[in-house]
T-cell receptor, first 112, second 115 residues
Framework: KQEVTQIPAALSVPEGENLVLNCSFT??????LQWFRQDPGKGLTSLLL?????REQTSGRLNASLDKSSGRSTLYIAASQPGDSATYLC???????????FGKGTTLSVSS | NAGVTQTPKFQVLKTGQSMTLQCAQD?????MSWYRQDPGMGLRLIHY???????DQGEVPNGYNVSRSTTEDFPLRLLSAAPSQTSVYFC??????????????FGQGTRLTVV
């Protein structure tokens, strides 16, 4: 059974810092991995999708990497802003089925 | 393009009542799924469907029923509501793994309280 761990559970940083959110998963046989953002009381917004054959994916100030063999993905946020404050979730998709399995997320707070 | 639409946004039920949470998508996605989100537990898969007429159970299916009569709609039925079903429910859709890009899109959620 796939298990997903996200570290740290919470993170507070001043505006302008570069930061890294970590995601590890126990079953490396994944089809792809998706990073989401969730604002309080809202739904999930897709940030980046990395296919299992890819090593990196970039969108603006966000860069996600994937090391499938070691069961790790990282989300790098450059020059953080208060608007980046949210909970970030990673979710690998397994080979056998098509279900996303979620970690519990990292709650980020960026102060101005 | 509306994406994934969930209704209602909020609902209060009495123990023992039944209701249906609606989910509709307009992206012609084969794969649809329901999750519940509880504090400290993360998102857990309830049921999913890989196409019209095909459904299967996820991690926490007890107390819930689904059907998929069309590609667009995937309703979730609570048969006899219990306080343990108080949660936020999310519906998601994507293309199936055979179609390549399987980016998942989520609805805005239904916040359900069972008293």
């Amino acid at each position: 059974k796939q298990e997903v761990t996200q570290i740290p559970a919470a993170l507070s940083v001043p505006e302008g810092e570069n930061l890294v959110l970590n995601c590890s998963f126990t079953d490396s046989a994944i089809y792809n991995l998706q990073w989401f953002r969730q604002d309080p009381g809202k739904g999930l917004t897709s940030l980046l999708l990395i296919q299992s054959s890819q090593r990196e994916q970039t969108s603006g100030r966000l860069n996600a990497s994937l090391d499938k063999s070691s069961g790790r993905s990282t989300l790098y946020i450059a020059a953080s802003q208060p608007g980046d404050s949210a909970t970030y979730l990673c979710a690998p998709r397994g080979q056998a089925g098509t279900a996303l399995i979620f970690g519990k997320g990292t709650t980020l707070s960026v102060s101005s | 393009n509306a994406g994934v639409t969930q209704t209602p946004k909020f609902q209060v039920l009495k123990t023992g009542q039944s209701m249906t949470l609606q989910c509709a998508q307009d992206m012609n996605h084969e794969y649809m799924s329901w999750y519940r989100q509880d504090p400290g537990m993360g998102l857990r898969l309830i049921h999913y469907s890989v196409g019209a007429g095909i459904t299967d159970q996820g991690e926490v299916p007890n107390g819930y029923n689904v059907s998929r009569s069309t590609t667009e709609d995937f309703p979730l039925r609570l048969l006899s509501a219990a306080p343990s079903q108080t949660s936020v429910y999310f519906c998601a859709s994507s293309y199936s793994s055979g179609r390549g890009n399987t980016e998942a899109f989520f609805g805005q959620g239904t916040r359900l309280t069972v008293v």
